[in-house]
Structures are given as C-alpha cells and as structure tokens.
C-alpha cells in the first residue's frame, strides 16, 4: 500500500507517467521537462502562463528549477517496480510458502531470510536475486557453474572450461572482477552521455528562447505594416493581406529549419536518456552474467556518428545567425504601395476620364 501512495505522489500530472528529470515551478508543483515545457508552449500565444495543476501565474517560464532530489527519488522507484518479477519465489527450505529473498547457485535453492542466516559464506556458494532459472548459468558443456570470464573470447566460463584446450591460456579471470571492470567501463560512458544530455537540453533551450524572440519579431513587423495600411487606407484590406502573407511565408520558413531541429535533438534526447537508463539499469544490477552479456552490445550501440553530431552542432550555430528578412519586406511594402497608387491613378481616370 506504501509503495502504491509514493507511486501516485510521483507520478506527472500532465503525462500521468512516473517523472523524467522533474522540473519544480514557483507554486511548488513538478512536472517531467518535456511535458512543461510543451504546456508553456501552448500558452505562449496568450502571453500568460499558468500552472496547468494549481493555475497560479507564471512571471518568468523560465524561474524553474531541475528537482534533482524527486529525479533520484523516481529513479529509484522505477528500478523497485522493474524487482517485482522477482516476487513469487518461495524458500526450498521451509514446509510451508515463505518469500525467498536470494538464490545459491551452488545449492540450486532459495532461501528465506531465517535459512540465509545459517547458508554458506563459502565464496563457493554465490548468493543473486531470487531466480527459478539456474540453466543460463551453468556451462552448456560441462554442466558447472560459470565463474570465470574470458576476456580474449568475452565469454563466461567454468574451472574445467579454464583447462580446457579452447581457453588455454587465455586471461580469464572471476566473473565478479570482470563484472566491476566493465561497470567502471560503463560508467566513464555514462558521465560522456550525461555531459551530452546537458548540452542537448542547452541547445534546445536555446533555440527555444530563441525562436520565442524571433516570433516576436515577426508580430512586431506585422503590426507596424499593418498600422501603415491603417493610415493609408482602412479600405485596402487586400494589399494589406498581401504584404502580412509575405511575413507569414517568411516566418513559417525561417521557423520550419528550427522547429524540424528542435525535434531532431530532441528525439536524440529521448535515445539518449533510453541509453542511459539502459546503462543504469546495468550499473545496478547485480547479476554478472546479465551485465557482461549485454555490455559489448550496448557499448556497440553506444557509438553515435562524430560527423552527424558537427553537422547538427554546426546547424545550430547558423540557425542562431539567421535574422529577418527586413529588406525582403520593405520591397514588398514599396511595390505593394506603388501598385496602390497606379491603381488608385486608373480608377480616378476611369471614374473621372481624365489624366492626373
């Protein structure tokens, strides 16, 4: 039941989904970044911003700050929901269903809490999670437990497979040193993807802002040409819709680059962050054989393409020189207003039938 009432408090009101990096308002509500960060686009046309839970006002979209404690807090949560499989495995010991809390592959036998206390401590006898699958670690072959890696064939191994003539003389070494050396390995990975994470998050925050002050831009053309049409004429509503349809056209290509950049990062974030919680989940585990089968893979999948990366960065950069087009819009006012006059010259010639 108390597992059930944290779940809720951690849940996301917007995604009802368990928080990613939380971001905390003012008012003291948390939302995932993602989901915050696309409400307040939303009300960015309005030009206020509210708290969608509570309502109250937002001066400044950006007076948030990261909640790294509730992020720790929700991680911790998903890797105790991801334990519950292992539920469900009583003890081998006990005359009546009692709840196994490890496994002794030695043994081939679950115990409880009361039967770990009297087990083993032998290094023989190697203690995991509650598991009713002993084949995956046994060797095909000779029918031993693994205990041993080879580092020259990346494979897990038993004492006769080290005296065996296909690992002989070969460096091969206990599964559970084997084990803290590629975590070690996974980790300096994991400190390289969560630099990339920050500057991702920066760059999209960037553009964000600055497509925020590019829109402005636009509104602010779009006033000014239409307060010159006022003046001239509150009558020549379809010039007027002309020289605004250029603006537009302007602002939908000028934004379509960035906004289509914005997803593509973003949608690297998302791989990212999935990358990430796959390495977590692996740094974490303390199942050798799951982490050194699944290491060279996601190492593997680790490698992102250097040269994409500098174009995307690249992008960005240019993204952030591109202006308004000022020139492109005074021309199109200039020949807008001198059509007006040449056609205001035929009509007063027509109506009057005489040549001004």
């Known amino acids: 039941m108390a597992s059930a009432d944290l779940g809720d408090e951690l849940h996301c009101a917007v995604c009802l989904d368990i928080f990613k990096d939380p971001l905390t308002l003012r008012c003291g509500h948390s939302f995932c970044r993602m989901c915050i960060n696309t409400v307040l686009d939303s009300q960015e046309a309005s030009g206020i911003y509210a708290c969608p839970e509570c309502r109250e006002r937002i001066p400044d979209r950006n007076a948030m700050y990261r909640n790294v404690a509730l992020h720790n ?76 890696y080879c580092n020259e064939d990346s494979t897990c191994i038993c004492v006769t497979c080290c005296l065996a003539e296909e690992h ?37 925050e960037i553009l964000q802002k600055y497509r925020k002050n590019m829109k402005k831009k636009f509104t602010t053309e779009a006033c000014k040409i239409a307060s010159v049409f006022d003046e001239l004429r509150r009558q020549i509503d379809d010039l007027e819709n002309k020289v605004l349809s250029v603006i537009g056209r302007e602002d ?42 699944k290491i060279e893979t996601v190492i593997n999948s680790l490698w992102n393409d250097e040269e994409v990366e500098n174009q995307d960065t690249e992008k960005v950069e240019k993204l952030l020189k591109t202006d308004l087009d000022d020139q492109l819009i005074l021309l199109t006012l200039q020949k807008s207003l001198t059509d007006l006059v040449s056609h205001a010259r035929e009509e007063i010639d027509m109506q009057l039938g005489v040549d001004i």
């Open 73 to 148: 807090i929700a991680e911790r949560f998903m890797f105790a929901q991801l334990g519950v499989e292992d539920e469900g495995i009583n003890c081998t010991y006990c005359d009546f269903p009692v709840p196994a809390v490890k496994t002794c592959l030695q043994c081939e036998a679950s115990l409880c809490g009361k039967h770990l206390k009297k087990h083993s401590k032998s290094n023989e006898h190697v203690l995991v999670h509650p598991t009713m699958s002993l084949a995956n670690r046994k060797c095909s072959v000779h029918k031993e437990l693994l205990k041993y």
């Open 168 to 204: 002989m003389g070969h460096k091969v070494e206990p599964m559970i040193d084997a084990s803290e050396k590629k975590k070690k390995e996974l980790k300096t990975i994991l400190q390289e993807l969560n630099s990339k994470e920050e500057q991702l998050y920066k760059q999209v």
């Open 252 to 293: 939908e290509q000028a934004l379509m680059p960035i906004n289509d950049l914005i997803e593509k990062l973003e949608a690297k974030n998302s791989e990212l962050c999935q990358k990430i919680y796959t390495i977590e989940e692996l740094c974490n585990s303390h199942d050798s054989i799951e982490v050194l089968k």
